[in-house]
């Protein structure tokens, strides 16, 4: 058995291979992403990812066995895990439950504003739901259990006085953010106004 890694190691660089191998899978998932885009999920085929990405159908099943699900399943993750790996960053630094759920918003803002991220993440089609059921809500669950816990501190400490319970407001400025967030995505409200709504709301609880 080789031995463990010591703390502070640096990890072993990846061989010419383990680069491209992680290359094409990027390529995959950008495909993926592109075609859904430009023709929804219904004609977001393996056939047509695969030759977005220069790529045969064999080599697209290599990569992702599930096929067109597995790729979505995987895009959607990498995008919660961006936002759990933001609100770890957020709730570790100083700052108060208002700047925190200003924070979050501003994190959910950024993905909305990027074409292709936005549009897919924001989407809600019933036809994604076997491939999005596993990863969807991850990261609203995970930021709501944080604003709770951040609502139930700063009641105690006095400086919230609001008598509703943490976890359901945390719910529901949770779903102002997603509401938000699809808007955004759509191009038909400006961020700064989503920004200045929260901050409203935030202060007022």
Known sequence: MPPKAKSGDRAAPLSLRERNKLRTRQEMLQAALEVFAESGFGSATVENIASRAGASKVTLYTYF????????RELYEEINNELLEKASQIYAAEGDFAERVLALTEALLDVARRPLIGRFYS?????????????????????????????????????VTHAAPP???????????????????????????????????????
């Open 123 to 159: 989407i809600d089609d019933p036809a994604l739901d076997v491939a999005l059921n596993p990863v969807r809500g991850h990261a609203s669950r995970v930021w709501a259990d944080l604003i709770a816990k951040d609502l139930a501190a700063a009641r105690a400490k006095g400086t």
């Open 65 to 72: 066995p599930q096929g067109r699900e597995e790729l979505f």
């Open 167 to 205: 976890h359901a407001l945390a719910e529901l400025l949770v779903g102002a953010m997603r509401s938000a967030l699809s808007e955004v995505a759509r191009d038909t409200t400006r961020t700064d106004d989503i920004i200045q709504a929260m901050q409203a709301l935030v202060r007022g609880v």
